[in-house]
């Protein structure tokens, strides 16, 4: 099998909102291809399994190391980036089955492979993922983390936003205002930063309102999912904490 065709299935959008179909593909077998290259393979050979003209397929990528995020996609069913996906091992998946590639279903379809992944970044801007610091002079060093802290919050500054997460959470969808684990994740992270800290509240706050911690149905997909290995489930888990905690200091405060 291994020097065999390569066969690919393409579910195939030209734009918002027009209808999808499967389109097959089929080219020689190389050695550590992945999907990318497969890609690549039908962008400058752009026929079908026919061998019918058609339009080269869209698709994300930047980094082709597993950094940007932005090459993700459902393939075989699972969503998890094309540039690290093998092609030896997909087919062990399914043997004797085509490879089929599909656009993430959590977020709007731009063509092809290619969607909007708009919403997350709203998220991200709407619990205020960033330290604020005045630039206008310099600082000095910021205060250090203890090496314990500091680990823990490099594990969780890995997140590229690819959106393997919110594709694997039932909460997360288009009927629904949940900001998804990323997010949350994030915000355990800048608060637990000691400049980032001095925010803490508003993070909360962003998070404790429609959308945000209590949306969460702890199915615990994103964690098995996510390509970087972080920890989702444990920031949900801080991040609740740290809600409850506020909101019980809120009533108190008044």
């Keep these: 099998m291994a020097n065999e065709p390569i066969k690919i299935r393409i579910k195939r959008q030209p734009g918002p909102g027009v209808a999808s179909s499967w389109v097959d593909f089929e080219m020689p077998y190389r050695a550590s291809m992945n999907v990318i290259s497969c890609l690549m393979e039908i962008q400058r050979n752009p026929v079908d399994a026919s061998g019918k003209p058609v339009d080269p397929v869209s ?6 190391e597993e950094v940007c995020g932005s090459c993700t996609m459902v393939i075989n069913g699972r969503v998890r980036q094309s540039c690290s996906a093998l092609v030896d091992n997909i087919r ?7 490879i089929s590639l599909e656009p993430m279903t959590k977020f709007p379809v731009v063509r092809d492979l290619c969607v909007d992944r708009s919403r997350m970044f709203e998220s991200l801007k709407k619990v205020k993922a960033w330290i604020p610091i005045d630039g206008t002079h310099d600082l000095g060093p910021g205060p250090r983390m203890n090496e314990v802290d500091r680990a823990e919050s490099y594990k969780l500054s890995e997140c590229m936003t690819c959106g393997c997460c919110v594709e694997s959470c039932p909460n997360y969808n288009e009927d629904s ?16 930063h000691p400049t980032g800290a001095m925010n803490a509240g508003e993070r909360l706050d962003a998070i404790m309102g429609e959308g945000g911690i209590t949306d969460c149905g702890n199915a615990q997909n994103c964690v098995n999912v996510c390509p970087k290995s972080i920890p989702l489930t444990t920031s949900i888990a801080k991040a609740s904490r740290a809600t409850s905690v506020r909101m019980i200091t809120n009533l108190f405060d008044r």
Aim: charged share 20%; glycine share 6%.
């Design 92 to 98: 062990k998946e399914r043997p004797g089955e085509p």
């Design 59 to 64: 698709w994300d990528c930047s980094c082709l």
């Design 177 to 192: 205002k949940f900001i998804g684990p990323a997010a949350i994740s994030q915000v355990v992270l800048f608060n637990s």
